[in-house]
């Protein structure tokens, strides 16, 4: 089993990311009917349970659809645009209220959209998402992650572009 990552550093990681399923959610029982349960019975329902609970999803309230609601027209004027330009947005936020969990769920959004309009360039069913390279002209990328800190600079952002890509770094000096 491969080590999963906190966050998406690759387009391999990033793709495994998005291809990976919630775990299954157990199905809610009353404690009685627990406590009647062997323990071989309470055991399989107590692992399904814990892999929930440790990777619980993520919820759409009303005022992440009111951030999603503003923000998809940007997202898709770039597929209409004539000069094929992309619009911007900035989340800006204190800590530990969700941008980087709402980035990633627009990202993962955005991703899988991508791939099921495009069903031709998606790579082979039985080929793993992080497995999945492609030829260097012939590999898509709709969505590029990259987690920048608060005094990242746009040579800093190159650099973390470049390595989710995998672009060869010529060297330390090499930003651009």
Request: hydrophobic content about 35%; glycine content about 8%.
């Amino acid at each position: 089993m491969r080590k999963r990552v906190a966050q998406p550093r690759t387009k391999e990681q990033w793709r495994e990311f998005c291809a990976r399923p919630a775990p299954p959610r157990p199905e809610p029982v009353s404690r009685g009917e627990y406590d009647s349960w062997a323990a071989d019975r309470q055991e399989p329902f107590d692992e399904m349970r814990r892999s929930c609970n440790a990777n619980p999803p993520f919820l759409k309230h009303p005022q992440v659809l009111r951030v999603l609601a503003a923000l998809k027209p940007k997202l898709t004027q770039g597929r209409y645009s004539q000069d094929a330009t992309f619009h911007s947005a900035i989340i800006n936020g204190p800590g530990h209220c969700g941008k980087t969990s709402l980035l990633k769920l627009i990202g993962k959004e955005c991703e899988l959209d991508w791939w099921r309009r495009h069903p031709d360039l998606a790579p082979d069913p039985g080929v793993s998402p992080a497995d999945f390279r492609g030829d260097f002209l012939g590999d898509r990328v709709p969505v590029i992650y990259v987690s920048a800190s608060t005094g990242a600079t746009a040579g800093m952002l190159s650099q973390a572009i470049g390595k989710f890509l995998h672009v060869p770094n010529p060297g330390r000096t090499a930003t651009k």
